[in-house]
């Protein structure tokens, strides 16, 4: 019989030894300094590069180099006693490897009398070729990210490690990753010291050094990082720190929109343009140009379970684009059972390239979103589908979240001591010039001593907007208040700014529109004093497709009217400016606002009608509000409100598909 007993030690006192016996013989024990001593239990190693039995027992007085006798049975019950050199095992020994990450993770936890690692973890530092100082980069979760300065082609994307934690050997696996020459390895934050692995079939110790890092030196780490180091430390991180967030952001690459690539058709190309979320849902923006299939899209926020399938709904429109074919998508996953992120990872097959990228996921409650996905979307205010699953559920997030900047307010002069009995609010919107003429009208309609109150919408330039303003209104002899809305806060913003004083009645009406004819206003007043739990409307009369009764004004006639653009005014008493909207904000427009508002007065009894003296006249009859908006506040008041039934725009469906 040829070949030493390897022998690789477990502790102290056992030993886990292997040879090459003839075949059909058992292994009985070994004859050593101390009499005969019998195994203690018997293994079996199967892997791919390696297979064989070895035996775990007692090594006291045996030395490396001196020869022991086996004493071993045959198969026809003959002992046979060959004499063998005792041997530890080194690194290249075929099986040594494989036999240590066995004594690591299954015998060492079982011998739980026997806390001695240190035997096995000398005989590995022994082992060694040579060591390699990693120093501790970042902390990021349950995750600690060391940096080496060994060649990242030596290490696989998932290195087998064994580490020593208290004294303790663990047998773990660990991420690695290149950028610049170094190495990353991702591993369980659990303050090991030494690490031991293999590279280019030697055994290396790894020394960490777990010198303390704060967040901005890891930040600052992070930020030196390739773009395809950081997505690689995304994908060893996710899904088990989800403790990331105040790192996430630094760990995706400059921009929220990843670089166009290019597909294997010409001039083709593939991008993934914006990620949003709002109301516990995940919008994901795409694009494709060129003949390309789209398959097997995933999308993974971070720290999703890896088994669980996230269900997408998918719509897609296509757009011309010079000779290609331009196709857009949407992809929507509901958030509601995942962890919060603030990042996600696509995952698509296009044509025969496969394409991974994170992405940056941005609110989607606020009017950069909206104005994207209407740029986005060619038939933004069209497509009923788009309107429903992704245009209505973001536009209500940015109605309904809470604005933390004041209001701007600034008083002009009183001529009156008296409170007045009409709060004239003229809502403006960017262009200015239509608040001067409606100003204009306004002044040569009213009583001298009716205060007003302008609300004005944010612009980038508030302090000139602001100026002339109350230019204007000091000229033509107005009193009363200018408001300014917070910066990024919607049109219907500005019904909520009720007056600062009691008044029997609030009129509200869009600038660019004059009054039809002097004393509008005093006919409004009588009106609403006569029949208090009235609300009145004003209406554009070129902008109104069908004429409108006597009769009440129900819901379905307001969603109508909004549909057109109509309603350029509104005036309630002062008994149901109190009255509560829906139960939560829906519009984001000031006539959706409006239509919202006065659907809840017919809920709680009250009436609609128009008026003759708010039949207000449109100074540039060309203008018209964004059809987006008012499209986007009609599906979110029929989806709140029940309100499936009420005239709109024929939709064109010959340029949409929905997957």
Same mark, same amino acid.
């Given at each position: 019989m040829a070949g030493p007993l390897w022998c690789v030690p477990v502790s102290g006192e056992i030993g886990a030894v292997w040879g090459s016996f003839p075949p059909g013989c058992q292994f009985l024990g070994i004859e050593g300094p101390t009499g005969f001593v019998a195994p203690i239990e018997r293994h079996r190693i199967f892997s791919q590069s390696f297979s064989t039995v070895f035996y775990t027992i007692p090594i006291r007085g045996l030395q490396d180099g001196r020869s022991i006798c086996a004493v071993l049975r045959d198969s026809g019950g003959a002992e046979i006693k060959p004499v063998l050199d005792f041997r530890l095992g080194y690194w290249q020994v075929p099986g040594v490897p494989q036999i240590v990450s066995f004594i690591v993770s299954r015998i060492l936890p079982k011998l739980r009398g026997m806390n001695d690692h240190s035997t096995l973890e000398r005989f590995l530092s022994f082992l060694c070729s040579w060591r390699a100082s990693c120093r501790l980069a970042a902390e990021i979760g349950d995750k600690a990210v060391y940096s080496l300065d060994i060649a990242p082609r030596l290490f696989t994307p998932e290195q087998a490690c064994l580490y020593v934690a208290q004294q303790r050997l663990h047998r773990a696996s660990a991420g690695c990753f290149g950028t610049e020459g170094h190495a990353v390895l991702v591993a369980p934050r659990e303050g090991f010291?030494?690490?031991?692995?293999?590279?280019?079939?030697?055994?290396?110790?790894?020394?960490?050094?777990?010198?303390p890092v704060t967040?901005?030196?890891?930040i600052v780490w992070i930020q030196n990082l390739a773009p395809s180091a950081k997505s690689n430390l995304l994908d060893r991180l996710s899904p088990t720190s989800p403790d990331y967030q105040s790192l996430a952001p630094f760990l995706i690459a400059a921009s929220p929109k990843a670089a166009a690539i290019p597909l294997a058709e010409r001039g083709a190309r593939f991008s993934i343009e914006r990620a949003f979320s709002a109301s516990g849902q995940l919008f994901v923006f795409l694009e494709s140009t060129g003949e390309a299939p789209l398959d097997n899209l995933q999308i993974e926020p971070f720290g999703a379970s890896c088994d669980r399938q996230t269900a997408?709904?998918?719509?897609?429109?296509?757009?011309?684009?010079?000779?290609?074919?331009?196709?857009?998508?949407?992809?929507?996953?509901?958030?509601?059972?995942?962890?919060?992120?603030?990042?996600?990872?696509?995952?698509?097959?296009?044509?025969?390239?496969?394409?991974?990228?994170?992405?940056?996921?941005?609110?989607?409650?606020?009017?950069?979103?909206?104005?994207?996905?209407?740029?986005?979307?060619?038939?933004?205010?069209?497509?009923?589908?788009?309107?429903?699953?992704?245009?209505?559920?973001?536009?209500?997030?940015?109605?309904?979240?809470?604005?933390?900047?004041?209001?701007?307010?600034?008083?002009?002069?009183?001529?009156?001591?008296?409170?007045?009995?009409?709060?004239?609010?003229?809502?403006?919107?960017?262009?200015?010039?239509?608040?001067?003429?409606?100003?204009?009208?306004v002044r040569s309609s009213i009583a001298s001593d009716q205060p007003i109150r302008v609300t004005l919408p944010w612009t980038d330039d508030p302090e000139g907007t602001c100026r002339q303003a109350k230019e204007w209104i000091s000229r033509?002899?107005?009193?009363?208040?200018?408001?300014?809305?917070?910066?990024?806060?919607?049109?219907?913003?500005?019904?909520h700014?009720?007056?600062?004083?009691?008044?029997?009645?609030?009129?509200?009406?869009?600038?660019?529109?004059?009054?039809?004819?002097?004393?509008?206003?005093?006919?409004?007043?009588?009106?609403?004093?006569?029949?208090?739990?009235?609300?009145?409307?004003?209406?554009?009369?070129?902008?109104?497709?069908r004429g409108l009764g006597v009769a009440e004004i129900s819901a379905d006639d307001l969603c109508s009217l909004l549909n057109d653009d109509a309603i350029v005014a509104v005036?309630?008493?002062?008994?149901?400016?109190?009255?509560?909207?829906?139960?939560?904000?829906?519009?984001?427009?000031?006539?959706?606002a409006w239509v919202e508002w006065l659907i809840g007065?017919?809920?709680?009894?009250?009436? *609609?009608?128009?008026?003759?003296?708010?039949?207000?006249?449109?100074?540039?009859?060309?203008?018209?509000?964004?059809?987006?908006?008012?499209? *986007?506040d009609l599906m979110s008041l029929s989806q709140e409100a029940g309100m499936a039934e009420y005239h709109e725009r024929q939709t064109p469906r010959d340029n949409v598909i929905s997957a």
């Open positions: 010291e030494r690490a031991y692995t293999e590279i280019n079939g030697e055994l290396v110790q790894l020394d960490l050094l777990n010198d967040e901005q030196e890891a997408l709904d998918l719509l897609s429109c296509t757009c011309p684009h010079d000779e290609l074919l331009k196709t857009r998508f949407v992809a929507k996953v509901d958030l509601r059972d995942q962890p919060p992120s603030s990042v996600c990872r696509v995952r698509v097959d296009i044509g025969d390239q496969h394409v991974q990228q994170w992405v940056q996921i941005q609110p989607g409650n606020t009017d950069r979103c909206l104005d994207f996905i209407q740029a986005f979307w060619p038939l933004a205010d069209g497509d009923e589908r788009f309107l429903a699953e992704i245009a209505s559920p973001l536009a209500r997030a940015w109605a309904r979240r809470p604005i933390m900047q004041p209001v701007r307010r600034m008083g002009l002069s009183s001529r009156s001591e008296n409170p007045p009995s009409i709060d004239l609010q003229i809502a403006a919107e960017a262009s200015l010039t239509r608040l001067h003429n409606t100003l204009w009208g033509y002899g107005f009193q009363g208040s200018v408001e300014m809305l917070p910066a990024h806060a919607t049109e219907a913003a500005a019904l700014l009720r007056p600062q004083q009691p008044s029997i009645a609030l009129v509200a009406l869009k600038a660019g529109f004059i009054p039809p004819r002097d004393g509008w206003l005093a006919e409004v007043a009588n009106h609403l004093r006569q029949a208090p739990r009235t609300a009145l409307i004003g209406l554009a009369p070129n902008r109104r497709q005036a309630v008493s002062s008994d149901l400016i109190g009255c509560s909207p829906m139960r939560s904000l829906v519009c984001c427009t000031l006539a959706g007065i017919l809920g709680q009894g009250g009436r *609609v009608h128009h008026h003759a003296g708010l039949e207000l006249w449109d100074t540039d009859p060309s203008h018209r509000s964004r059809g987006f908006g008012i499209a *986007v």
